[in-house]
């Protein structure tokens, strides 16, 4: 894969999205891309523009807002909002001299089903809250 393709998980056209990891396992080539955007949030700085981007009324940022928040150089803080738009959670648009970005929800909602628990379903050996033994 080259470093300029974007991971999108759940296009396989079955149902829209990948199943749950507490309902059926990952498939080699999920587990893949998943791994790659986990990656990409693996990084407290990423984590934070994320969540800066993500957070932003009107839902889009300048970048010229976000690098102050760091001590890190301008070239740095565009290299990890590189990172994060090639794993699919942000995209970008230039308009003049500044570039804006903004969340792509649509990844954020797959990372959250994927590791959501359905709905009344314990873990397996975990005994459900209010319950005695």
């Known amino acids: 894969m080259s470093k300029q393709e974007r991971v999108v998980l759940g296009q396989d056209g079955v149902g829209g999205c990948c199943p ?5 396992p990952l498939d080699e080539d999920q587990a893949v891309d998943l791994a790659k955007v986990f990656k990409a949030l693996g990084d407290p700085v990423r984590l934070r523009l994320l969540s800066m ?18 001590e890190l150089s301008q070239p740095t803080i565009s290299h990890h909002l590189k990172l994060l738009k090639q794993a699919g959670l942000i995209d970008s648009e230039r308009r003049g001299t500044w570039v804006y970005y903004r969340l792509l929800p649509q990844m954020t909602d797959r990372l959250a089903a994927i590791l959501t628990r359905p709905a009344g379903q314990p873990l397996a050996g975990t005994t459900p809250v209010g319950a005695t033994s």
């Open 20 to 24: 749950t990891l507490l309902t059926a």
């Open 53 to 70: 981007i993500a957070s932003r009324a009107g839902g889009e940022v300048c970048v010229c807002d976000l690098t102050p928040a760091f």
